[in-house]
């Protein structure tokens, strides 16, 4: 049922791309991403983050950074830096990192299977990042980084999978690289009519997409296409004018995203710290855990990795623990059964007193890709007391979303990250 269609993206030409993308972990960090917006002249972050360029006075004015950004696209544009593809393309998109490697395809993904739960959600959005997504849709004129959905590629849909594997191996890519997190890059766009067709059919037989990365960002894009049809009102039109009415509202309907198959997705730790004890000592504090269902192994100083769900290790004093929950587990709520559910209701909350994590200033959240040692690391400054969690599996979180509920915070880290700026959609 989802409906996809090709769009003609607007792509840094081929001997630019190493220097227009912007690699994700220098985009939400605004000193690194101010720095090498200035370093590198050619960077999309030069549009992405206007704001940055200017004044502290000129970035409050948003009229002014949507008119900045929007002149540095243009600029790009005319000095051939980016070029603009002829033909409406879906691309396919390798990520590569170690010996982990998944194929997606680009495409432009209709907002109203979003509104509809075609597409579906694992996790709440907050007003304020939406803005700040909405804010980037009005500078860039569409999008400039693709949300990550997922199909289910295990039991069925195998045919999507065949179609992109055949093309990627019997094509040149159009992009190949290197960013600077070591993450391996390719593209290959595909204009052959019988391919796309195929593809478009194929996803219409597709019960449901799911997102993985960019939750703001599709809600984003939902809320600015309701917006602009919202504006068209109904006012008495002209023949001419219902056609530009319905042009708009058309192109606003689509945001751009990339599709990978589910049994292809690498889903890493998402681990927490704690300040303090919530006024326990240690001593009650390993009290309350036994008495909350919990078996406790000392396991020495090396950070060690929880074996199965169900388990977690835990550091505090440079010693590490497994704690294994042994009391029964609810598990026919998709929610209440992960592994970062339990940790938060019967640990974090019921002991810890952390009721909301999302905003509780005593707890941080540390991503799989830093490592054990970096859990070891905070707890030697400011925390006292740190968990290793058991990712979920896709499987899992489609549970959720097909469930209609939500995961708590900080519950996935997908890895490898894609780019911004390899593709533009412009509305």
């Not at 969690?389 to 880290?413: A, E, N, Q, W, Y």
Request: glycine fraction near 6%; include cysteine; proline fraction near 4%.
């Amino acid at each position: 049922m989802p409906n996809i269609r090709p769009f003609r993206a607007l792509r840094p030409a081929p001997n630019h791309i190493e220097e227009m993308h912007i690699y994700h972990g220098d985009a939400g960090d605004a000193v690194r991403a101010r720095d090498k917006a200035i370093s590198n002249p050619h960077s999309m972050l030069q549009v992405s983050r206007a704001d940055l360029l200017l004044s502290s006075e000129e970035a409050k004015d948003e009229v002014l950074v949507k008119s900045h950004a929007q002149k540095t696209l243009h600029d790009f544009s005319d000095q051939g830096i980016l070029i603009r593809d002829e033909d409406e393309s879906f691309y396919f998109y390798r990520l590569t990192l170690a010996n982990h490697s998944q194929t997606g395809i680009v495409a432009c993904f209709d907002a109203q299977d979003y509104i509809d739960g075609i597409i579906k959600r694992h996790e709440l959005t907050r007003i304020d990042k939406i803005h700040v997504q909405e804010k980037l849709i009005e500078r860039v004129g569409g999008n400039i980084e693709p949300v990550i959905l997922v199909y289910d590629s295990e039991s069925k849909n195998k045919e999507v999978v065949e179609i992109t594997e055949n093309w990627t191996l019997s094509h040149d890519s159009t992009y190949d690289f290197y960013d600077a997190g070591g993450i391996r890059h390719e593209l290959w766009q595909v204009t052959e009519k019988a391919i796309i067709e195929s593809l478009e059919k194929l996803f219409k037989g597709i019960d449901s997409l799911y997102i993985c990365d960019g939750h703001h960002r599709i809600a984003a894009s939902a809320d600015y296409y309701v917006e602009n049809v919202d504006a068209l009102g109904d006012s008495p039109t002209t023949k001419e004018t219902e056609v530009e009415r319905e042009a708009l509202a058309d192109k606003s309907r689509y945001f751009m995203a990339a599709v990978f198959p589910s049994e292809e997705m690498l889903i890493m730790d998402y681990n927490r710290a704690v300040k303090d004890l919530n006024g326990l000592t240690e001593e009650g504090f390993f009290d309350a855990l036994k008495k909350s269902g919990f078996e406790i192994e000392e396991i020495g100083s090396q950070p060690t990795y929880p074996k199965a769900h169900g388990e977690y290790t835990m550091v505090m004093n440079d010693i590490w623990y497994r704690l294994v929950y042994v009391e029964e587990r609810d598990v026919f709520d998709p929610v209440a059964g992960l592994d970062v559910s339990l940790l938060q209701n019967v640990v974090l909350r019921d002991i810890l007193g952390i009721q909301d994590p999302q905003h509780d200033e005593r707890i941080t959240f540390i991503s799989g890709t830093k490592g054990l040692e970096a859990l070891q690391n905070a707890t030697r400054k400011d925390m006292k007391i740190a968990f290793a969690i058991v990712p979920p599996d896709m499987k899992s979180i489609m549970r959720v979303s097909d469930s209609g509920l939500t995961m708590p915070p900080k519950s996935t880290c997908f890895e490898p990250k894609v780019v911004s700026g390899m593709l533009i959609y412009k509305m």
